[in-house]
């Protein structure tokens, strides 16, 4: 099946900060060849946080709860996103995964909207 919007809802082994998922990402948007253009982050008073990144492609999002210890992550793209599935997943992994699921979607336009 091919895809283009990869959700993941992550439950992590430790404790995690801002710096470790930005890191994530990037190395994502880098095994993807995905173009950064903008990046935003916000640190929430109890200690959630989230990142965007926009991309020439789409985003990358994740958002993470301290105290369920739970990163949510969805990359979505314009291209075909399947051929990086493994890559993908051993970045991520460097984040101490205890759980993951993942989603995986192929969204396009309909035809008849346009």
Same mark, same amino acid.
């Given at each position: 099946?091919?895809?283009?919007?990869?959700?993941?809802?992550?439950?992590?082994?430790?404790?995690? *900060?801002?710096?470790?998922?930005?890191?994530?990402?990037?190395?994502?948007?880098?095994?993807?060849?995905?173009? #950064?253009?903008? *990046?935003?982050?916000?640190?929430?008073?109890?200690?959630?946080?989230? #990142?965007?990144?926009?991309?020439?492609?789409?985003?990358?999002?994740?958002?993470?709860?301290? *105290?369920?210890?739970?990163?949510?992550?969805?990359?979505?793209?314009?291209?075909? #996103?399947?051929?990086?599935?493994?890559? $993908?997943?051993?970045?991520?992994? $460097?984040?101490?995964?205890?759980? #993951?699921?993942? $989603?995986?979607?192929?969204?396009?336009?309909?035809? *008849?909207?346009?």
């Amino acid at each position: 099946m091919n895809y283009n919007h990869l959700v993941l809802d992550i439950k992590l082994e430790n404790l995690i *900060e801002i710096k470790q998922v930005d890191k994530v990402c990037k190395n994502i948007t880098n095994i993807l060849d995905l173009t #950064i253009l903008k *990046e935003k982050n916000h640190i929430f008073d109890d200690w959630w946080f989230t #990142i965007f990144f926009l991309l020439a492609e789409s985003h990358i999002s994740a958002h993470y709860r301290i *105290e369920d210890n739970y990163l949510a992550l969805d990359i979505y793209s314009c291209r075909n #996103i399947k051929y990086y599935e493994t890559q $993908t997943i051993e970045i991520i992994n $460097t984040l101490w995964v205890k759980n #993951i699921k993942l $989603t995986k979607l192929w969204r396009n336009f309909i035809k *008849e909207w346009i």
